[in-house]
């Protein structure tokens, strides 16, 4: 797919803006601070109901405005659609496709598609494992959007058990009587039902991205690897369909029982997954260098790239900002890789920077505005 007009009112620093698309690479040019970032995150929003750079949607909105409006039109194929979002801070978001009633902002996801790699990924290699998980769960609802729900469901279920740990955990210390255990054994029930479903959709994930990955990264830096993709589940077992998930989990929860009602928290489940990069024998957190951490960062978001792609609805491809951090050879590798994606969006600083194989239409950037050079 590809979009052929994105449309801003009081996103970020712009009050209104309209940019026309074409398939193909389009770069956005233009110094620091003007803007470029913000038009691609918006596009990111569309496709993820989040941001690559905030976890809440209050900076999105352009200061002293009190919505942003988020308008594009998508072509896949023969069908075009017209999806917009409105943010509201602090309220519930709205959301229309083709400029019908409302549907549930949820309903947009999988109309725009997005791989989006920009420095902020570097957190993936270095950061925490909520890093990691939100790269597997994001990818994972851009391949079945249906699993939005699920996530959901799972982030609702964690926050009222935990509710009830923590005050079992009170009652506890303060001596008073013990809770009714059985109230947990529902909500354990719960969790390990929701949890199942997006435990196994993301050990599906890890091992069809791990070759993927792994070429990825040797065509970057060749020789640098093997890269190897590790899940580091809280609920072990051998088990990789949803019911031997469920009894894994539910079996690991029983087991954390008592440490959870000391602590007053889920111990166990998804949310303390974490995905382990391994580059040759060694982890990459701790031990790779920047560069390679670089490499390694680019390697799984082309690789996500490449599997949306091999698995039919192509995402549009956004690189923020990402040739200045590269030398001259990775850049002429990472833009042989990607010249032909349907749609590619590049954001830079610098014109030059910008190989020549990604040529085609160049905006600038400046004062608010978006002007085709
Ligand atoms: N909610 C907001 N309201 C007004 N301006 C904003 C808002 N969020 C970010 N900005 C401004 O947007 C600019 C950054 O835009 P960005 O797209 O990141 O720049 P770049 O061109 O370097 O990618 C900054 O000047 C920042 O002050
Ligand atoms: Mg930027």
Redesign the pocket.
């Known amino acids: 797919m590809h979009v052929t007009h994105l449309s801003l009112a009081d996103f970020?620093?712009y009050a209104r803006v309209e940019v026309p698309l074409d398939p193909g690479v389009t770069a956005f040019v233009?110094?620091?601070?003007?803007?470029?970032?913000?038009?691609v995150?918006a596009i990111g929003y569309l496709a993820t109901l989040g941001s690559h750079r905030v976890s809440s949607d209050a900076?999105?909105?352009?200061?002293?405005a009190e919505r942003a409006v988020v308008r594009a039109a998508v072509t896949q194929g023969e069908r075009s659609q017209l999806v917009e979002l409105e943010l509201n801070p602090g309220r519930a978001n709205r959301a229309r496709i083709n400029r019908s009633s409302q549907v549930r902002p949820r309903d947009v996801l999988g109309i725009v598609r997005t791989v989006l790699f920009a420095p902020e990924d570097l957190a993936l290699v270095k950061g925490d494992p909520g890093e990691r998980r939100k790269f597997l769960d994001e990818l994972v609802t851009a391949r079945s959007p249906r699993m939005a729900a699920v996530r959901s469901d799972y982030e609702r279920v964690l926050k009222q058990r935990n509710t009830l740990l923590k005050s079992a955990a009170m009652a506890r210390r303060h001596g008073g009587r013990s809770m009714d255990m059985s109230t947990i054994d529902v909500w354990d029930q719960h969790l390990a039902k929701a949890g199942a479903e997006l435990l196994a959709q993301r050990l599906d994930l890890v091992a069809t991205l791990q070759p993927l990955a792994d070429k990825a990264y040797e065509q970057l830096a060749p020789g640098g690897g093997p890269l190897l993709l590790e899940y580091r589940t809280s609920a072990p077992g051998e088990g990789h369909t949803r019911e031997e998930l469920y009894g894994q989990l539910l079996a690991a929860l029983g087991e954390a029982r008592k440490q959870e009602i000391e602590r007053g928290v889920t111990l166990v489940g998804p949310h303390r997954d974490d995905l382990l990069l391994k580059l040759g024998q060694l982890p990459a957190k701790g031990y790779a260098s920047h560069g390679e951490s670089w490499s390694y960062a680019l390697a799984l978001r082309l690789a996500s790239y490449d599997l949306l792609r091999a698995e039919g609805n192509e995402p549009v491809l956004v690189l923020?900002?990402v040739f200045a951090e590269l030398d001259v050879r990775r850049r002429e590798r990472l833009a042989e890789l990607v010249a032909h994606g349907e749609q590619v969006l590049v954001?830079a600083?610098v014109d030059d920077d910008v190989p020549g194989v990604l040529s085609g239409v160049r905006y600038g950037?400046a004062g608010g505005e978006v002007t085709r050079l």
């Open positions: 970020r620093s233009g110094a620091n601070g003007q803007g470029k970032t913000n038009l995150e900076p999105l909105v352009r200061m002293g923020d900002d954001t600083a950037v």
